[in-house]
């Protein structure tokens, strides 16, 4: 079976985007075509990208929406993300907030039938339907410990998170790409693991090492058209 050599970087961007008012002055017909329209823009650029939509509006007052997008090809990645202001609804967003990290991959070789889009690993990202999201800095004192140091704190961190089996935790990496250096994606199928996993997380000794980790984004995944018409 033919295998392919994974890719060392894989680029995330999330987007949130809040809806203008002048979009839901429109009359039916006109929001019906923007929507539509604005979906298969969407839709088309999915085949050689990873794609989840999230709603955030009613949580957050800044947010309606976060698209979550990853590729392997940086460029590619940039000209679909400015694509999202386009055509149809997509006219009426205004971002809010961006942010851009990179998840290293491990340097060997898997099966094309393991990967989507030819670079993602299966089951890794975009699983559950809750998410909380928020970018980390850290204190300059944790650079200041040895490696084996920070090795252990990030060990007993570790071990909260996989005491729930159904949370899946991802870094990506914003160093040199945004002015973060972290950005953390928690997934989870219960949002009760997910307000326990949290609360935990808060009071292990790791958390000394935090300079930033605000704003923080609790979305929640729904397909675009039902966001669409939720919030319009």
């Known amino acids: 079976m033919e295998k392919t050599k994974k890719s060392a970087s894989i680029y995330s961007s999330f987007m949130f985007v809040k809806l203008q008012p002048e979009f839901r002055r429109l009359i039916s017909n006109e929001k019906l075509a923007a929507k539509q329209e604005f979906e298969n823009m969407v839709g088309s650029c999915q085949e050689k990208l990873f794609l989840r939509t999230y709603m955030v509006s009613g949580l957050r007052a800044d947010s309606d929406i976060l698209f979550w997008r990853m590729s392997d090809d940086l460029a590619y990645l940039q000209d679909t993300c400015s694509r999202t202001f386009s055509s149809g609804a997509g006219r009426y967003l205004t971002p809010v907030h961006s942010f851009l990290g990179v998840h290293h991959g ?17 089951d890794t990202f975009g699983r559950h339907r809750y998410m909380l999201l928020h970018p980390v800095v850290k204190a300059h004192t944790w650079y200041e410990l040895s490696e084996v140091e920070r090795e252990n704190l990030m060990a007993e961190r570790a071990i909260v998170v996989n005491r729930f089996r159904e949370i899946q935790e991802n870094f990506f990496l914003s160093f040199g790409l945004d002015e973060q250096e972290i950005i953390v994606a928690r997934e989870a199928k219960s949002l009760e693991d997910l307000i326990s996993a949290t609360q935990e997380l808060r009071q292990q000794r790791i958390k000394n090492y935090t300079a930033v980790d605000k704003p923080v984004f609790l979305c929640l995944g729904r397909d675009l058209r039902e966001i669409l018409d939720a919030i319009c």
């Not at 898997?110 to 889009?117: G, H, Q, V």
């Open 106 to 122: 491990p340097e060997s070789t898997a099966l094309k039938k393991d990967l989507d889009f030819g670079f993602l690993p299966k």
